[in-house]
């Protein structure tokens, strides 16, 4: 595999300001927009004012980007994106701010808003020889009602002005919206914007019209803002369609927050980071028009006291495509006052992690891990997630790795995760009652979890995972009191919103009277964490014990599981059976395993998901993450039989971008 280096980013936002003109660009400044006359309207001609950044010729084929103001199609401004666009134009595009119709100054409706925004992309791409522009990598990006526009031109079919040049495509090559409207029906505010034209309300409602070939989008919204299902709703399906989607949110933001500090940086940085995956600028270029020096992280850049260059970070995940989704499940115990934990790795130190002996609590490991994952094909994790103490407000142990890693990572919103209650301590980590469950627990789990735009759902239902279900039957009274328990946490989720919640049972042996219990407490599926498989098998033993496992259970048929395959095992001290199935025969179980679940009913969870046991036992002796031994071979084997995504790419370490170590609280420790 190769592995390359990656120059340290070095990212800034400029608030420049650029006067209109009228000239025609020969060898423009960096920061004066040029007014063109892209459309005429009974109404009035339409301006699309252009930023060249320096250096700029009329045979470059650079990358462009136009931006459509929001206003709720009724008014708006202008010079909304002005920050934006001059960055960009600052950063090496080609970056224009469209003028369009609206009601108060035009009296127009959404529809000739829309029209006249795929006007405005159409003339960026039939002049794209005059801007310097490549037509293949023109991006259209808008705010609210500007976003909708943005959207629209994208996705929306016809729509197209009177006597438009149709031979000329109106569709961009990417999308950047910022808190866009992207469904017209079932909002009636909106509906009635259009007269509650209902044909008109699907003709220009962008999610509607998702294809998998859809360009890729970026949508940023705060999560105080009604719009924000939208976007959710936009994302889940681009998700189920294997569109790329990306969904960035402001924690307590609202309609509008982009605007605004610290948002307006916050915002340009990742819009900057999508631009750069799709190679429209080039990751860590510093503005054409400043000196280096004078590039910060924020608006003050470029003052008598210039803030210091952004420090290197890890580059941003570019996922690939599976035929099902692939979660790993993750255990949380790597955290800096645990260093015992590390302790059977030094006994074999080819298990040490490409991370060495990590805080998991630091954001960047979490983003690491991200990465890793998703350019491999592994799209969740299922954290092991310890509850401490019974019967009052809820306390965790090992939580830092969703709470202060995940959840204050940059890249979370690329990764999906899911929790397994690991309820094996009696008395300690299930629940008192039924009271205790439903008044202290699930509202936990709904408010920091299910509801989180990065929970696992399925079919508009959360997933969670129980490592002991049978403990529940002495926690709560009963059989019948854990099926009745059960019901009350599925309307409940009904009641949020949901349309339910899906509850896995772990268990990895073949007793039917276990399956039969599991099926009576009212689970939905059976799944295993690991297998245990005896007498210290060779690979392909190990192997053919997992699928045989997996095979009966399907043919007991008592209870549907969604299947895991397990790449290792010896215990937390080499004790009992002690096995590791290499990259080369781990494809082969894959291989074998994929196959099977092509034999589940389609509408089971089980022919849609397969869980890999697992990310980061390290000390217990199944990992797949990348380590010492074998590198990044483990996941190479899973993005090779999952995804269609080219064998050879690039997998990069901590080290080649200048970052790492994460291990100095175990070396303060050690010494």
Known sequence: MKRGSLLAAILGLTLLLGGDSTA??????????????YKKTEQGDLQILVHFPRGWKETDRRAGIVFFFGGGWTDGKLSQFEPQATHLADRGMVAARADYRVKSRHGVTPKQCVEDAKSAVRWLRRNAAKLGLDPNRIVAAGGSAGGHLAACTALTPGL?????????????????????????????????????????????SPTLHLKKDSPPALLLFGTEDRLLAQGEEFVKRSKELGHRAELFTAEGAGHGFFNREPWLERTTRRMEEFLASLGYLAAGQAPENRPPEAVGAGPSAGSSSPSPPAKPYVPEPRPVRTSILIGAHNCPLWEADQPQMWDQVLKHPERTPALGFYSQENPEVADWETKWAVEHGISFFVYCWYRNGQGGPVKMRFASAIHDALFKSRYVSKMKFAIMWENQARGVAGVSSEADLMENLLPFWMENYFRHPSYLTMDNKPLLFIYRPEF???????????RAAFDKMRAACRSAGFDGLYLLGEYRGLDPKHLQLMKQLGLDYTFAYCWHVQGNPSPQQAIAAQLDSIEKTRRLGILPQVVTVSQGWSGWHDEGSIWKIPPAEYKELLQRAKAILRTFPPHELG????LLDNWNEWSEGHYIAPHREYGFGYLDAVREVFSDAPKEHVDLLPKDVGLGPYDQAFQRRKK
């Open 24 to 37: 025609q660009p020969g060898q423009p400044d960096a920061s004066p927009a040029k007014s063109f006359v």
């Open 160 to 204: 197209d002005a009177q006597g438009e040049d149709l031979a000329v495509s109106s569709q961009p090559s990417a999308l950047v919206l910022f808190n866009p409207v992207l469904r017209f029906t079932g909002f009636a505010p909106l509906m009635e914007r259009i007269g509650h034209d209902e044909a008109l309300g699907k003709a220009i």
């Open 472 to 482: 529940l039957v002495k926690d709560l009274g009963g059989v019948g009191e854990v």
């Open 607 to 610: 022919s849609r998901m397969l």
